[in-house]
T-cell receptor, first 118, second 113 residues
Framework: AQKITQTQPGMFVQEKEAVTLDCTYD???????LFWYKQPSSGEMIFLIY??????QNATEGRYSLNFQKARKSANLVISASQLGDSAMYFC???????????????FGKGTHLIIQP | EADIYQTPRYLVIGTGKKITLECSQT?????MYWYQQDPGMELHLIHY???????EKGDLSSESTVSRIRTEHFPLTLESARPSHTSQYLC????????????FGPGTRLTVL
């Protein structure tokens, strides 16, 4: 079973509109972290935001916020006031198992290709 | 800005050649990782290291090998490159566990003819 599911392969959004990118996850580990990364066409991975499983409040970083619904196992990324430079691939990722000494590498979803139109 | 470097950025090589992809970080991070990403696809963990002399295989089986003789250096080697190895390889490092972000290098795009 997929551990990270991103159901939107591609999205077109008008500039200045808000965007919500969906992410659901699957884990039985009580301690886990959820990350969002942006990957422009140049290929580098840019960290955007992090949410820990025990965090009480939704994470925010500038124009990025994470809508964390733990019971639904969902961690959607919200980008407010989108800009042309936001056009890129967006990946949701999870880290789990580090408490038990696990690998703690990231498991990634398949990504969403976001295109911002002028 | 993350201080993690990968060389070469692009490599086109013939089948059967031995190659080494370099990864270095100047942040003093103990944990380092290699991910493989096929075009338009997600990243998969292929190797990781907790520190010097520690190397482990990741979730995705890979014919590559890694070494960690120095904290800052985590090279990946393919003894005999094949067209199926064509992919992007991304190196990452992190300070510790839990919520610390993984800093990624710019990646190496490998093409094996």
């Amino acid at each position: 079973a997929q551990k990270i599911t991103q159901t939107q392969p591609g999205m077109f959004v008008q500039e200045k509109e808000a965007v919500t990118l969906d992410c659901t996850y699957d884990t039985s580990d009580p301690s886990y972290g959820l990350f969002w990364y942006k990957q422009p066409s140049s290929g580098e991975m840019i960290f955007l935001i992090y949410q820990g499983s025990y965090d009480q409040q939704n994470a925010t970083e500038g124009r990025y916020s994470l809508n964390f619904q733990k019971a639904r196992k969902s961690a959607n990324l919200v980008i407010s006031a989108s800009q042309l430079g936001d056009s890129a691939m967006y990946f949701c990722a999870m880290r789990e198992g580090w408490v038990g000494g696990g690998a703690d590498g990231l498991t990634f979803g398949k990504g969403t290709h976001l295109i911002i139109q002028p | 800005e993350a201080d993690i470097y990968q060389t070469p950025r692009y490599l086109v090589i013939g089948t059967g050649k031995k190659i080494t992809l370099e990864c270095s970080q100047t942040m003093g991070h103990d944990k380092m990782y290699w991910y493989q990403q096929d075009p338009g696809m997600e990243l998969h963990l292929i190797h990781y290291s907790y520190g010097v002399n520690s190397t482990e295989k990741g979730d995705l089986s890979s014919e590559s090998t890694v070494s960690r003789i120095r904290t800052e250096h985590f090279p990946l080697t393919l003894e005999s490159a094949r067209p199926s190895h064509t992919s992007q390889y991304l190196c990452a490092s992190t300070m510790g566990t839990g919520g610390n972000e993984q800093f990624f290098g710019p990646g190496t795009r490998l093409t094996v003819l």
